[in-house]
């Protein structure tokens, strides 16, 4: 018998007792955070992370996020919690930084996905934060949407993307807007894994010797040894072009409807898309509407979508990361 009708409800201390109730039934709740809404699961019970994979349809290789309300918390979560750790987390936490760190013994292989590590967060959103108060326990979580589709920014988002899912904790549109930045904290030299959230920069000033990717990496067989490595991820449903300069001839040439993404004024294009979404220009403001844009353009049923390249700088890099795989074609 469905327990709760409608799935999508305002967040209150009501409805986020009824989802602590629920995660800890070993049943899933989608809940906000400062970066996407996160599909909510109790990190310790398998079968309960299993109905992640399966909702999302998510490959088990993929490694989840564990989502915990305080540092005390992410200590009972890792086998270790080295002084770098400690120092990240008062400067960051709550916020969108993820550390992969080893893996406590009661957090079952299939949150990491069999790796000995295990990612965590404090999230820094007062929903997110009362639902892991209230349930006493950490909250696996990705992102709440079916896998290699746009994040979810809405409550909206997360009910079309995953209508199977219990219950919708709504708490309004996510401030940030892309996912926390994840950082490797198991090898002798701090490793960049995503891009995201927080800034390069101030990560970059606490860890100068951070080691950042080179290159984008092709699927590669067994666990994911870092995160994002499926190429094609974050993508909509329309082809999407990531261009430095589009060309008028090459934009009237796209399957339309077309849609435009930009963050500058592109005169040469000027009455060639059905629709155009401007976004901000400056990376931060970029990054709070850019799913949202996606999603959009998708729903508005574009079969095509031009996005101008950003600058292909530190400050634009999680951005980039994202558009650069949403452009990617599946393998
Ligand atoms: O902002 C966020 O991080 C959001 C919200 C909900 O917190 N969550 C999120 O989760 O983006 P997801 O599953 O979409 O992305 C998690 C990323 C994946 O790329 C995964 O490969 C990586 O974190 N990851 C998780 N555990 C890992 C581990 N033990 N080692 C390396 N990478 C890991
Ligand atoms: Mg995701």
């Known amino acids: 018998m469905p327990r ?3 799935t999508m409800v305002p967040a209150t201390p009501v409805s986020i007792a009824q989802a602590a109730a629920l995660v800890a039934d070993g049943d899933v709740c989608a809940f906000p955070t400062e970066t996407v809404y996160g599909l909510g699961a109790d990190a ?9 994979y399966e909702l999302k349809g998510r490959p088990r290789r993929n490694p989840l996020i564990v989502h915990v309300p305080d540092v005390a918390w992410a200590m009972r979560v890792c086998a270790a919690f080295p ?4 120092r990240l987390a008062e400067r960051h936490w709550p916020g ?29 959103h007062p929903v997110a934060l009362s639902l892991l108060r209230a349930a006493r326990r950490p909250l696996a979580a990705p992102s709440a ?3 290699e589709s746009v994040s979810p920014t809405t409550a909206e988002h997360v009910l079309r993307s995953l209508p199977g899912v ?29 891009p995201g959230a927080l800034p390069l920069r101030d990560l970059l000033s606490d860890v100068p010797d951070l080691e950042l990717p ?15 490595l499926l190429t094609r991820h974050y993508a909509p449903k329309a082809t999407l072009h990531l261009v430095s300069n589009p060309e008028a001839r090459f934009v009237a ?13 592109l005169p040469q294009l000027d009455g060639l898309c059905d629709v155009v979404e401007r976004l901000p220009a400056t990376p931060e403001a970029y990054a709070v509407d850019l799913y949202a844009a996606l999603h959009r353009l998708d729903d508005q049923g574009m079969r095509s979508i031009v996005v101008l390249a950003p600058p292909r700088n530190e400050d634009w890099r999680a951005i980039f990361d994202r558009l650069e795989r949403a452009a990617s074609k599946a393998a």
Do not use: K, M, Y
């Not at 310790?44 to 992640?52: G, H, K, M």
């Not at 002084?83 to 400690?86: G, I, M």
């Not at 993820?98 to 990612?119: E, F, K, N, Q, T």
């Not at 040439?253 to 004024?265: I, K, Q, V």
């Open 4 to 6: 709760f009708s409608p």
């Open 44 to 52: 310790t019970q398998e079968a309960a992370v299993l109905r992640i």
């Open 83 to 86: 002084p770098l750790a400690s």
């Open 96 to 124: 969108p930084l993820s550390l992969v760190l080893p893996r406590g013994a009661h957090i079952p292989d299939i949150v990491s996905a069999g790796l000995p590590s295990v990612a965590v967060r404090v999230p820094a």
């Open 145 to 147: 949407n079916r896998s």
């Open 166 to 194: 219990p219950l919708i904790l709504d708490g309004g549109p996510c401030p940030l807007g892309i996912e926390s930045t994840v950082l490797d904290l198991t090898q002798p030299r701090p490793r960049l894994l995503r």
């Open 214 to 228: 080179s290159c984008h990496f092709d699927e590669v067989p067994g666990p994911l040894p870092s995160p994002g």
């Open 253 to 265: 040439g796209l399957p339309s409807p077309t849609g435009l993404l930009t963050h500058a004024p």
